[in-house]
Nanobody, 131 residues
Framework: QVQLVESGGGSVQAGGSLRLSCAAS????????MAWFRQAPGKEREGVVGIDSDGSTSYADSLKGRFTISQDNTKNTLYLQMNSLEPEDTAMYYC?????????????????????????WGKGTLVTISS
């Protein structure tokens, strides 16, 4: 049974940092497309970053340089390091996985999305940034 469990969210002041974790079970995360999404209050869900099985990454332009995706294959865990956080980063953050090796990302209006749907989702972790 595939499971994705996010952790690491919390409340920090603007300019601070957080590292989100996504513990995967039931499959090998590094062999699949993995991604982070977020959904701010009153807004649609948006892609943050995807990582292919070969390590290629696809970031939303607006987040590149502040957010970094990584994986620990020994722990089957995906991470999202978030620095220089802004109040606009306040959102529920979701980890997702696809039953394919390549995320097939595309870019639009500064954001990133994926041609095919993700197959598995975590329940999310809340990030709140205060000014």
């Amino acid at each position: 049974q595939v499971q994705l469990v996010e952790s690491g969210g919390g409340s920090v002041q603007a300019g601070g940092s957080l590292r989100l974790s996504c513990a995967a079970s039931g499959f090998t995360a590094s062999s699949n497309c993995m991604a982070w999404f977020r959904q701010a209050p009153g807004k649609e869900r948006e892609g943050v970053v995807g990582i292919d099985s070969d390590g290629s990454t696809s970031y939303a332009d607006s987040l590149k340089g502040r957010f970094t995706i990584s994986q620990d294959n020994t722990k089957n865990t995906l991470y999202l390091q978030m620095n220089s956080l802004e109040p606009e980063d306040t959102a529920m953050y979701y980890c997702a996985a696809a039953a394919r090796a390549v995320c097939e990302a595309y870019y639009e209006d500064g954001g990133v999305d994926f041609f095919d749907d993700m197959d598995y989702w975590g329940k999310g972790t809340l990030v709140t940034i205060s000014s």
